[in-house]
């Protein structure tokens, strides 16, 4: 009988030395993944609110396995840990399938906390959705973007995940614009394009692309070229280069306006739509 009461001592001393062990082990686990998650955030410059997500969120996958470990070493509650795991298993499965669509925006939410697609304060636009603005806020069920219009568009996180996104704030902001415009049949094409170059060139935010060698073969700041014939107009297209997004368009639109008065000078005609109505008697 001794001997029995010695072993279920020695049992009992084993088990809590066990549990004590996951404690502590779960506790430096912890601590260990949320100083990697913070140093890594120090390195890549991640923002405050992403950082407190994805600690909270391993912090708690953490304790939870901690949790299950020390039901499980208690030999009485295997059988009841068992069944109310089961059990919330299969009330997981019932809620998860009455808030799908709350928990796909959470699951894409931290998609965009970990893989960064996008930061607060990034120029982006949404291709399908034909949305672009700044990015104000990164919340786990929606990303808010201020639009240049200064409206706020609320974007659930798994509509987010699910589009294209063109994002100008990564690597850098200098953008290539477009300037097309068309002028008559019987305009002087190399006079006209001459033109659109001349007034590129002036405009004090022009940005010149090229590189160190591009400059020493004699490539050209600005290219213009013919795109084609249209019904009524040849058109022309000058690639343009700015500092960012904002000073490109606001490039483009001070361009046309110029490029319309040189072109009057100088005797380049833009043109516009003829309609000829023919009236029978009959």
């Known amino acids: 009988m001794t001997m029995i009461k010695d072993v ?53 996958i953490i304790f939870l396995l901690g949790f299950v470990l020390c039901i499980y070493t208690i030999e009485p509650f295997r059988s009841l840990s068992a069944s109310i795991f089961a059990g919330s298993g299969v009330l997981a499965i019932i809620i998860g399938f009455a808030a799908q669509h709350a928990f796909s925006n959470v699951v894409s939410g931290v998609f965009i906390a970990i893989f960064k697609p996008f930061r607060v304060g990034d120029k982006i636009k949404f291709v399908g959705k034909e949305v672009s603005g700044v990015v104000e806020d990164i919340t786990l069920r929606h990303t808010v973007v201020r639009t240049f219009e200064n409206k706020r568009v609320i974007i659930p996180n798994s509509v987010v995940s699910s589009d294209i996104i063109e994002n100008a704030s ?18 002087d094409i190399d006079k006209a394009t001459a033109l659109v170059k001349d007034e590129v060139l002036c405009h004090p935010d022009f940005f010149d692309n090229r590189t160190d060698d591009e400059k020493r073969s004699g490539i050209e700041p600005v290219i213009v070229r013919v795109i084609g014939w249209g019904e009524s107009s040849i058109n022309v297209r000058a690639w343009i280069w700015a500092k960012d997004n904002t000073t490109g368009f606001n490039m483009v639109c001070d361009l046309y306006k110029s490029v319309k008065k040189r072109f009057d000078k100088e005797g380049i005609h833009i043109p516009f739509p003829h309609r000829t109505i023919v009236v029978k008697n009959t």
């Open 8 to 60: 279920m001592s020695v049992l009992f001393i084993w088990k809590s030395l066990s549990i004590v062990l996951i404690i502590i082990s779960t506790i430096i686990i912890q601590k260990v993944v949320k100083g990697i998650i913070k140093q890594s955030a120090r390195d890549d410059e991640k923002e405050p609110k992403q950082i407190a997500f994805l600690v909270r969120l391993f912090s708690a």
């Open 170 to 187: 990564i690597i850098e902001e200098k953008v290539c614009r477009f300037f097309d415009v068309g002028i008559s049949y019987d305009s």
